[in-house]
């Protein structure tokens, strides 16, 4: 089973900086598709920046030019790195990773679609 762990949230002031990691463990043959979302009080989840397996980006209009989101491979590890933060970028930031996985029992491959535990992140104006 795929299992992902986020790390880097935490308490910030406007204009500042933090960087998220998102790692990738388990029978992982590839991975095809990734997202950050977040979800603030109240609201629903949404997605803020995505990454294909080739490299192209794409991000909410809230945070283009100021988040960046990319990835290494040979360390399944995500990253979003968010500049210029600002209040309504509170949330809770979780990772999501699609791809194909070997069946522990037998081999097989198989999809799965896993999600990070999520890391809050707060900015204080």
């Known amino acids: 089973q795929v299992q992902l762990v986020e790390s880097g949230g935490g308490l910030v002031q406007a204009g500042g900086s933090l960087r998220l990691s998102c790692a990738a463990s388990?029978?992982?043959?590839?991975?095809?598709?990734v997202g950050w979302y977040r979800q603030p009080p109240g609201q629903q989840r949404e997605l803020v920046a995505s990454?294909?397996?080739?490299?192209?980006?794409n991000y909410v209009d809230s945070v283009k030019g100021r988040f960046l989101i990319s990835k290494d491979d040979a360390k399944r590890t995500v990253y979003l790195q968010m500049n210029s933060l600002k209040p309504e970028d509170t949330a809770v930031y979780y990772c999501?990773?699609?791809?194909?996985?070997?069946?522990?029992?037998?081999?097989?491959?198989?999809?799965?679609?896993?999600w990070g535990q999520g890391t809050q992140v707060t900015v204080s104006a």
């Open positions: 999501n990773i699609a791809g194909h996985e070997t069946a522990q029992t037998t081999g097989a491959l198989m999809p799965y679609n896993a």
């Open positions: 388990g029978r992982i043959v590839s991975i095809t598709a």
């Open positions: 990454i294909s397996n080739r490299g192209t980006t």
